[in-house]
């Protein structure tokens, strides 16, 4: 989600969602939202459906003690892809395996996944406006993995800081009610990009390429 102030702009994209995010002394401030159809049930998936973790915190060092040459890739359109790409027929696939892939380089695709989406969100928060920094703040219960909020930050090439209070809408909600709005500055990590912007640019090519060829 990305803030964009007190005013629906005047040509609303159709690769996002405008939401209202709240309202303070009666002014409004509105958000651009990037929403993706599978995010923690594509982990779900992989213990539920394939079994390939028994519990989704596993999936973190899976991920850190996967082959670093394999370049496997999850499209995971369980239900399409949602923004920005917006294919609603697209079908998941596991493209580029090898015969060496496994388990962990599986795991280890599946949070990648992830990862890609939200970068092609921020990508076009960037295109629609100028208020975009070079920070993420998360929460939700993702946040406790350190493979995924690393590589999160080495693709996007922006600072992750995580929040102290993992499900931060009930705290904001309350937060509102009472009128209190000071507090949240503390997070309790920073992931920094840990490879070059050139490295992290060709692996998002890599997966627009894939997206397309099979769209």
């Known amino acids: 989600m990305l803030n964009i ?5 005047k040509n609303i994209n159709n690769q996002l969602n405008t939401s209202f995010a709240w ?9 651009y939202e990037g929403n993706i159809n599978y995010a923690g049930a594509a982990i779900t998936w992989l213990k539920d ?28 359109a369980f239900a399409g892809l949602g923004a920005p790409y917006w294919l609603p027929n697209m079908k998941a696939a596991f493209v580029n395996m090898t015969a060496t892939t496994g388990k962990k380089e599986l795991v280890r695709a599946t949070l990648n996944s992830l990862v890609y989406q939200i970068n092609d969100i921020l990508e076009t928060f960037h295109h629609l406006s100028s208020q975009v920094n070079d920070e993420i703040h998360t929460d939700g219960g993702m946040i406790k993995n350190k493979y995924l909020m690393q590589y999160l930050s080495n693709i996007t090439q922006k600072d992750v800081k995580i929040a102290n209070i993992s499900e931060l809408s009930a705290l904001g909600s309350a937060m509102n009610a009472m009128q209190h709005f000071d507090g949240l500055k503390n997070y309790s990590k920073t992931y920094i990009p840990r490879i070059t912007k050139n490295i992290a640019t060709n692996y998002s090519k890599e997966w627009s390429s894939w997206i397309k060829k099979i769209s």
């Open 23 to 31: 309202s303070i002394n009666g002014q409004k401030s509105y958000v």
């Open 49 to 76: 459906k394939i079994h390939l973790i028994d519990d989704p915190n596993a999936t973190a060092d899976l991920a850190l003690t996967a082959n670093p040459n394999d370049r496997t890739i999850l499209i995971p």
């Open 5 to 9: 102030g007190n005013n629906l702009p």
